[in-house]
């Protein structure tokens, strides 16, 4: 099993950063993908950004050129920066895992003020 604790979300204005957080504890050594996802209220959750254990990322077309996924080995976490917030990004974001099944975080509230 997988377990993920989030950290890092909160309010910002428009046109602020933020760093979102995300560490693994448990079978991490068979985690081969990790990531990121988003639900907004009354939406579906969608895909923000992934990394794979090789190191190759994957975006939404929503958030290229603003976020950045990065994975870090040695804290076995997951980061995800976010640059340029729009309102559009506020979210409850959920740290995301593939191992043998789907494993997902709590959830950390980020809200983007216009």
């Known amino acids: 099993q997988v377990q993920l604790v989030e950290s890092g979300g909160g309010l910002v204005q428009a046109g602020g950063s933020l760093r979102l957080s995300c560490a693994a504890s448990g079978n991490i050594f068979s985690i081969l993908v990790m990531g990121w996802y988003r639900q907004a209220p009354g939406k579906q959750r969608e895909l923000v950004a992934t990394v794979t254990s090789s190191g190759s990322t994957n975006y939404a077309i929503s958030v290229r050129g603003r976020f950045t996924v990065s994975r870090d080995n040695a804290r076995n976490a997951v980061d995800l920066q976010m640059n340029s917030l729009k309102p559009e990004d506020t979210a409850v974001y959920y740290c995301?895992?593939?191992?043998?099944?789907?494993?997902w975080g709590q959830g950390t509230q980020v809200t983007v003020s216009s």
């Open positions: 995301y895992a593939l191992e043998t099944i789907n494993y």
